[in-house]
């Protein structure tokens, strides 16, 4: 979330709640909360991972990316979270969906006047 701008243009302020948990402080505040209370009692912890930060502890630490992936996952891990997803396929899916989107827009373009341009993002935020 360091490279967001914040502008609030993709965000409904809903999301806006979910961002303001995803940050280091409250991440430390509830690993240091399941350390000590009972298992049953914690909160899961779910990680994701995009798949352009790993070049970057890649080369970072020296390692093949899929090194650097293990490394990374299993640092979470041992840090007390519970699950570490690869965005990747949700990155394929996204690809996908505007693909399938331009290519309505494309065949509407004569019949609807704002079907084109498109506009499309794919913020890792």
């Given amino acids: 979330l360091s490279d967001c701008l914040a502008c609030d243009n ?8 979910r961002v303001f948990q995803q940050n280091q402080k409250e991440l430390f505040r509830i690993l240091n909360l399941n350390k000590k209370c009972d298992t049953s009692k914690h909160k899961v912890l779910a990680v994701s991972v995009c798949p352009q930060s790993l070049p970057y502890f890649a080369a970072k630490f020296n390692l093949s990316v899929n090194d650097a992936a293990k490394r990374l996952c299993g640092f979470l891990k041992s840090l007390g979270v519970h699950y570490v997803f ?6 394929d899916f ?4 505007s693909q399938r989107e331009f290519v309505q827009r494309y065949q509407r373009r004569n019949q609807e006047e704002h079907a084109l341009p498109m506009f499309a993002s794919a913020c890792p935020g």
């Fill in 86 to 91: 690869d965005t990747t396929i949700a990155a």
């Fill in 94 to 97: 996204s690809i996908l969906e």
């Fill in 10 to 17: 993709c965000m409904t302020s809903e999301e806006g709640a």
